[in-house]
């Protein structure tokens, strides 16, 4: 048998919901802050931002090459430029931006929020098309040469 102890619980993991919501709201308030940067300074004429690795070792795109002209071209409503600079990059704003909205206005009507889960096999199709992404863009013939980030 063991003595009582007078010790409290140590304490759960579990977060609150507060702490929860302030790492959320900080979080946005980064990526605001972000993109707000980005809008301001023009990716396509400062040399401040960094080169990707990839690129210069190999001269090759990467699936990441030229999201941040994406974003600076997204941000003062060019789509088209922007797509031209990464078309996943775009793609993937505009589901992100639909499933916002979309759980922002199930909270409304007071319906819980969708869940955003992957299965393995959604998750090895979207490894797929990011690795097709990334070899098609560097094919030089067309009608693939338009996926190159035109750096």
Same mark, same amino acid.
């Not at 308030?29 to 990839?54: I, K, W």
């Not at 992100?96 to 299965?119: C, D, E, K, M, N």
């Not at 990334?134 to 693939?144: A, E, I, Y």
């Given at each position: 048998?063991? !003595?009582?102890?007078?010790?409290? !619980?140590?304490?759960? /993991? ?13 979080? /946005?308030? =980064?990526?605001? +802050?972000? %993109? /707000? ?14 080169? %990707? ?8 795109? %990467?699936?990441? %090459?030229?999201?941040?002209?994406? =974003? ?9 430029? +922007?797509?031209?600079?990464? =078309? ?14 979309? +759980? ?7 319906? !819980? /929020? ?5 299965? !393995? ?14 070899? =098609? ?12 980030? +035109?750096?």
């Amino acid at each position: 048998m063991q !003595p009582a102890s007078d010790a409290p !619980p140590p304490p759960t /993991a579990t977060p609150t919901r507060a702490s929860s919501a302030r790492v959320t709201w900080g979080l /946005a308030g =980064l990526a605001a +802050a972000g %993109c /707000a940067y980005v809008a301001v300074v023009d990716p396509n004429t400062s040399s401040f931002y960094p080169q %990707c690795p990839f690129r210069t070792l190999t001269g090759y795109d %990467c699936p990441g %090459c030229g999201i941040t002209r994406a =974003l600076h071209s997204m941000l003062h409503g060019n789509i088209v430029q +922007a797509a031209n600079h990464n =078309l996943l990059a775009v793609v993937i704003t505009v589901v992100a931006i639909v499933w916002f909205v979309f +759980a922002r206005v199930q909270r409304r009507r007071g319906r !819980p /929020a969708p869940r955003f889960t992957l299965s !393995p096999a959604v998750t090895i199709a979207l490894g797929a098309v990011v690795l097709a992404f990334w070899v =098609l863009r560097n094919l030089p013939q067309q009608p693939f040469h338009w996926l190159n980030s +035109a750096a």
